[in-house]
Each structure stands twice: as C-alpha cells, then as structure tokens.
C-alpha cells in the first residue's frame, strides 16, 4: 500500500471546509490526521525516512486543527453560559413593566398603554387607536414636544363604549408648523407577568403575548 501518496497534511486541506462547518467535522479531520500520521511514520522506509521539514509542517498542521477543535468546544461552552444568565437573568423582569419596540399589543378589556417619540417638536399630533380590521376605534389629540410621551388607551371606542378584545395599534400623525411630517417612533408599555422559554431561549408574557428579550427596550 502507498501511504505516502497521501500526507497527513494533504487530507487536512481536503477536509477543511467540512470541518470548519461544525466541531464534529474538525473533530472527524482530527482523528483522520493522526491515523495517517501514525501510519505514516509507521511505514517509512528506514533508507528513505520522512523530510524533517515535511514532517515539522505536518505537525504545524496537526497543532492547528487541535487549537480549532479546543476553540470551537470553548465557544459553545460560553455560549451556553451566557444563554443560561440571561434566561436567569430574565426571571428578574416578573412584576416589573417593560417598554417594548412595537406599535401593537393585545386589548384584554383594561386598554393599552403605549408611549411615542417625536424627532422633533411638532405643531399637531393626533393619535389614532386602529383594530385588527383596520378601522379607527379611538381617536385623541398628543402632545407635540419632541421627546418621549406616554399615551394610555382606556380600551373604549370613541363613543365610549368597551371595545372587542383583540389586537390594536397605534398611529401617530404628526406634522409641524410647515405642514411636514415628523418622523415618530411608537412603543408599548406592559408589565411582565411571566417568563416563558422556547427552544432555550426566554422570552417574556407581556402585554398579553410572548416578547423577545430583544425587543424590550427599558424596564421600569
């Protein structure tokens, strides 16, 4: 059998992008590389042994699969451990409200309380309440300085009758004195009332629905 026609060296390269892909690839390249090494130097020809140049570079090669396997294996444990402080860390928000980076939420008959930010100061700002079909439930006149401003739906339509549970959102027009649009950013505001985990990710029971932690954007 020719065990030279195939150097420890050259079945690393072939077997690099597969084993970069995942830590069992490497892993695989790794056993790979020291079968072949073993039977490398196992059937060299005593007249003949391995360049020490060759050999060095094989071992250089070696080294570095080995640093991969070790790194890779060091990144999955740390991302396992920051998973696991911030599923924990995430049980902190029960009982607390949070602001969250949407227009929306669900109206389980006590209203909504959402909160707008204007760019800049505005000269008329008028709030509408929409349902899930698109029709304008509620309507009121906002506050117009620039910044932050709370706006809380009591769940009622604009003859003050309860509106349906069911999803509602907020729109914001707002133009200043020339008549132009100003840029608005909507939110809601909720308390936490649980901590849900999907696929080991939390998330969190807010505003009647689960939230991504990536979403929440203050807590109070």
Known sequence: MDISAT??????????????????????????FLTLLTTQLQNQDPLDPADSNEFTRQLVAFAGVEQQIRANQNLEKLSAEVAANRNTAAVGYIGRRVTIERDSALNEG?????????????????????DEQGRIVFGADGETSRGSH?????????????????????????IDEAGKTVPDHVFVRAPVRAVVLSAGEAAL???GEEVPLSEVVSVE
């Open 205 to 207: 029971e807010a505003g």
């Open 7 to 32: 150097t420890p060296q050259q079945a690393t390269a072939q077997q690099t992008p597969g084993a970069l892909a995942a830590g069992t690839g490497l892993a695989e390249d790794f056993d790979t």
């Open 150 to 174: 709370e706006f809380a739906w009591p769940g009622i339509n604009d003859f003050g009758d309860p509106a349906a549970p069911g999803r509602y959102r907020l729109r914001v027009s707002a």
């Open 110 to 130: 006590n209203g909504i309380d959402f909160r707008y930010d204007l760019s800049r100061d505005a000269g008329r700002v008028r709030l509408e309440v929409i």
